[in-house]
């Protein structure tokens, strides 16, 4: 099965990321710097309010699934229904209680608004796939607060060279092709599972209003996974939103170049992460067979990351200039500064995924809630003076210390050694033995 979903990871991983270089390389060569500042930090608070909206279900489906599908959909519906409501109301009195509402020749509250709504649906339905190891699901379905899928880029990627070709390329016609390529994947999953929709949705219904006896251990269990993403996502895009309020969008555009080419060295990373939330979540399995597993998938993480950031670190002016523009070269040294503040990511193994899928999600929040505040502290402080460099040092802190404090607790409480093997010799035997 490890085998299988890795294959899969790959293969999908590898459509969806390159997707997502490709726009990001489009977009920042075909705008403005003010313009792709504006995008990006749209992009960035609509994600935020997304991951609101889903109140943990993008997670929940991996760490809790029952066998009943059923009743795990009715459970689904009974979170999400309040929980996007919430988060549409708080999107609303963002847009008009801020700039964007005096913008409307670039923005349009209506598109921003069914973008936002179809991607919590999309989100939540494609974890519960990866749930049921159905992974072409979950990649085709993704939203795109979370990579978005392979039907997502296929249509968006289409639209936006077809704006770039007639002259046509405008922030509003941008989320304008965001939302008709939302449409096109929900309306094929709908497609994709008619019958079974057909069938089980009059079940779905009457199990909403009945007696669950475990709805609310499942309505924890999702209530804890949203205020990890929330706090771990907020700390994540604070930096883009403080310089949005204290700099210019010229310097979002800077800052957000830096952010999303250290995406090239998550990327490895990501392949062998997606494929194996079921181990992480430790279903069944021995102490010592757990550690290792953890520590094949630290191996595997630890060679892959090892040669990408070595090449990236080298290349790095390279990078920028092929993928994003001569004009923004100028965060070399800020990208850099970034690959070093992951190396603790990488060599220390997949600790907050351990935290985040077993019984250790609140000892998670507690971590992220410590870092929060001396995060909030580094950006306003540092980006107040040095602008995109601070939000760079301040994200770089996060990532650094966070790593540091997710091994230390995972060794201390869980007494699992999540380090890579060494011998290269070892780590391939261990490897090909599980696979």
Same mark, same amino acid.
């Not at 998550?266 to 992460?273: A, R, S, T, Y």
């Not at 091994?407 to 391939?428: D, G, S």
């Given at each position: ?18 997707? &997502? ?15 792709? &500042? ?8 609509? *994600? ?100 978005? &899928?392979?039907?997502?880029?296929? *249509? ?23 939302? =008709? ?28 209003? #009945? ?100 090449? =990236? ?35 220390? &193994? ?37 602008n995109y460099e601070g939000a ?39 490897? #090909?033995k599980e696979l």
């Open positions: 099965m490890i085998k299988k979903n890795l294959i899969y990871s790959i293969i999908n991983t590898s459509i969806i990321s390159g997707g &997502g270089v490709l726009t990001y390389s489009l977009l920042s060569k075909n705008l403005s710097s003010s313009d792709f &500042g504006l995008y990006s930090l749209i992009i960035s608070i609509i *994600s935020f309010i997304i991951l609101v909206g889903c109140f943990g279900s993008n997670l929940i489906s991996s760490k809790l699934y029952d066998n009943n599908t059923n009743i795990h959909i009715s459970r689904l519906v009974k979170v999400l229904i309040p929980s996007t409501i919430f988060s549409l109301t708080v999107f609303t009195i963002i847009f008009y209680f801020s700039d964007f509402s005096q913008q409307n020749d670039k923005i349009s509250f209506t598109i921003l608004f069914f973008i936002i709504l179809i991607s919590i649906f999309l989100r939540s339905i494609s974890d519960f796939f990866r749930s049921k190891n159905q992974l072409f699901k979950f990649f085709n379905y993704n939203s795109i607060s979370s990579g978005a &899928g392979i039907t997502f880029w296929i *249509s968006y990627l289409t639209f936006l060279i077809i704006l770039i070709i007639n002259n046509m390329l405008t922030l509003k016609n941008i989320f304008l092709i965001i939302l =008709l390529s939302s449409f096109i994947v929900i309306s094929i999953s709908v497609i994709e599972n008619f019958k079974k929709i057909y069938i089980n949705f009059p079940i779905i219904i009457s199990s909403i209003f #009945k007696n669950d006896l475990h709805f609310k251990a499942f309505l924890s269990a999702s209530f804890g996974i949203f205020l990890v993403s929330i706090i771990k996502s907020f700390k994540e895009q604070f930096s883009i939103w403080t310089l949005g309020y204290f700099s210019t969008v010229d310097q979002v555009a800077l800052f957000f170049i830096a952010y999303k080419s250290i995406f090239f060295l998550h990327v490895p990373l990501m392949i062998i992460d997606i494929a194996i939330p079921q181990i992480l979540a430790k279903n069944n399995i021995s102490q010592i067979l757990y550690e290792r597993k953890i520590r094949m998938i630290s191996t595997l993480r630890f060679y892959t990351a090892l040669l990408t950031i070595t090449i =990236l670190f080298i290349f790095s002016a390279e990078t920028i200039n092929f993928f994003f523009g001569s004009t923004y070269i100028i965060v070399d040294e800020s990208f850099r500064f970034l690959l070093l503040s992951l190396i603790p990511y990488f060599l220390l &193994g997949p600790c907050h995924s351990m935290m985040f899928l077993t019984k250790y999600d609140i000892d998670s929040l507690k971590i992220h809630i410590i870092l929060l505040i001396p995060t909030i502290i580094l950006s306003i402080c540092l980006i107040s003076k040095f760079v040092f301040a994200y770089g802190f996060f990532l650094f210390f966070s790593q540091i404090l997710y091994f230390l607790f995972i060794k201390i409480n869980m007494k699992i050694n999540t380090l890579p093997y060494i011998n290269p010799i070892k780590a391939l035997n261990v490897i #090909k």
